[in-house]
């Protein structure tokens, strides 16, 4: 891929009004007179997350408070509350709310949040009739794909994929330089693409989803199969037996070891993954696959058996060019740094 200043990163949509230039390949933007400071807010099942973020992704205050979750009215209000106090201090154009579900293509009504009991909310509506300021709602997972485009490992990257290995699988497409929400804005589900016909269950309601076979939970399955099976499961077995159950925090201690049964639930794992990147480069063809969530901090030993897994799986392999393969750089703070910039160029736009 060409080697890209942090500068041009502006020319892809936030501040293209004030286009004054070319100097060699480089494009030199100047966003003066318009405020660039936006407002991410992620709702998580378990706490609202808020930030004052820059137009470098570089967060200027923070905030964050337990999700009230299940009850829409709270988790509004605690929002609003949220956007009054990080505005105090600083000036900014917009509010960016992520969210885990369904947002529709306008990124205003939530069609299904699973964790917030929302069914059809016009929560864009809502927010924007108590704050006298541009609005936009966004998936989560979108949104933390949309950071790591922007400004982690994405960033010279055109075409991407992102796939979040957490107690789920979540998905975000960006093709050609921008957000990919299909044409009812649910794309990009890619912990639901069909891996194996007939395999397991799968809380959508399909079977033998990605979902089912590349997420934490999936992780701690195969490490449960395997140290069921005795061997190269010993250890997993005694461990197991010591804390009661396979923790993620047990699996990662004993990956880090060198445990041979940890190691070897990580690389089916990611040949599970690397199985469904083969069939998402048939589709997007992306330059660069982005791997995030827990699971991801095992950094190469999950992206090498990846690697292996997609080039053995690729459709008519040795006549395509291979993508690279990279970890997420943003981790904790991506939702927020998302959202605040998709409400900055939402914002701009509208400008
Ligand atoms: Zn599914």
């Known amino acids: 891929m060409p080697e890209r200043s942090r500068v041009s990163l502006h020319s892809r949509g936030v501040c293209r009004r004030f286009f004054v230039g070319i100097v060699s390949s480089t494009e030199i933007i100047i966003c003066g007179g318009f405020n660039v400071h936006a407002i ?15 137009d470098e992704g570089e967060i200027l205050a923070e905030d964050r408070v337990p999700s009230p979750a299940g009850d829409s009215k709270a988790i509004e209000d605690a929002v609003v509350d949220m956007v009054v ?46 704050l006298t300021m541009p609005i936009v709602i966004e998936n989560d997972a979108n949104a933390a794909g949309w950071a790591e485009f922007r400004y982690g490992a994405g960033r010279l990257a055109s075409d991407m994929v992102m796939l979040t290995i957490g107690t789920g699988v979540g998905g975000a497409i960006v093709a050609n330089d921008a957000l990919y929400r299909g044409g009812f804005g649910t794309a990009a589900e890619l912990g639901h693409i069909r891996l194996i016909p007939g395999g397991l269950p799968c809380g959508c309601g399909a079977n033998g989803c990605l979902e089912q076979y590349g ?13 069921d099976a005795g061997g190269i499961g010993r250890e997993l077995a005694e461990r197991r037996a010591w804390t009661g159950e396979l923790s993620g925090t047990d699996l990662s201690e004993l990956i880090q070891s060198g445990d041979g049964g940890a ?19 048939a589709v997007l063809d992306p330059q660069l ?63």
């Open 40 to 54: 991410g807010i992620d709702i998580g099942g378990t706490k609202i997350a808020g930030a004052v973020v820059d």
């Open 215 to 227: 997420s934490g939970r999936a992780l701690q399955r195969l490490a449960n199969e395997l140290a």
């Open 263 to 281: 190691l070897t639930a990580l690389r089916r794992l990611g040949g599970y993954i690397g199985q469904g990147c083969a069939t998402l480069s």
């Open 85 to 130: 106090r990080l505005r105090k201090q600083h000036d900014i154009c917009g509010v960016g709310v992520a969210a885990a579900g369904f947002i529709d293509a306008a990124q205003s009504t939530v069609y299904y949040a699973p964790n917030l009991s929302w069914r059809n909310e016009p929560f864009q509506a809502e927010l924007a009739a108590r």
């Open 289 to 351: 696959f982005v791997i995030g969530g827990g699971v991801a901090q095992a950094g190469d030993l999950l992206l090498d058996p990846i690697r292996a897994a997609y080039l053995e799986n690729l459709p008519a392999r040795g006549f395509h060019p291979e993508p690279e393969f990279a970890i997420a750089e943003l981790v904790n703070d991506a939702g927020v740094v998302g959202a605040a910039d998709l409400a900055r160029i939402a914002a701009d736009r509208s400008a």
